[in-house]
């Protein structure tokens, strides 16, 4: 099972920029479809985009052509690039597999706060 620890968050202006890492420990990283999900304050966790072992991506609607996810198989490590941040952007942002049945414990995340 794997273990995920998230970094790479932070205070941003609207605007801003920021990247997102999301290391894993595991074997089975290479061949599991991986997302970011976030969680706003009062909201359910949601998934904002995902990536499946050879690269081939999806984003929540909202965040398409803003948010960039990539992925590191050798170093058991996924992405999430953040362009053109909004406040509604704002949440703590979790990375883990896809795939219900894949899904390792949620690590603590990592907050994103996007304000001026």
């Known amino acids: 099972q794997m273990q995920l620890v998230e970094s790479g968050g932070g205070l941003v202006q609207p605007g801003g920029s920021l990247r997102l890492s999301c290391a894993a420990s595991g074997s089975i990283f290479s061949s599991v479809v991986m997302g970011w999900y976030r969680q706003a304050p009062g909201k359910e966790r949601e998934l904002v985009a995902t990536?499946?072992?050879?690269?081939?991506?999806m984003y929540l609607g909202s965040v398409k052509g803003r948010f960039t996810i990539s992925r590191d198989n050798a170093k058991n490590t996924v992405y999430l690039q953040m362009n053109s941040l909004k406040p509604e952007d704002t949440a703590v942002y979790y990375c883990?597999?896809?795939?219900?049945?894949?899904?390792?414990?949620w690590g603590q995340g990592t907050q994103v706060t996007v304000s001026s």
């Open positions: 990536i499946t072992s050879g690269g081939t991506t």
């Open positions: 883990n597999a896809a795939e219900l049945l894949r899904r390792a414990p």
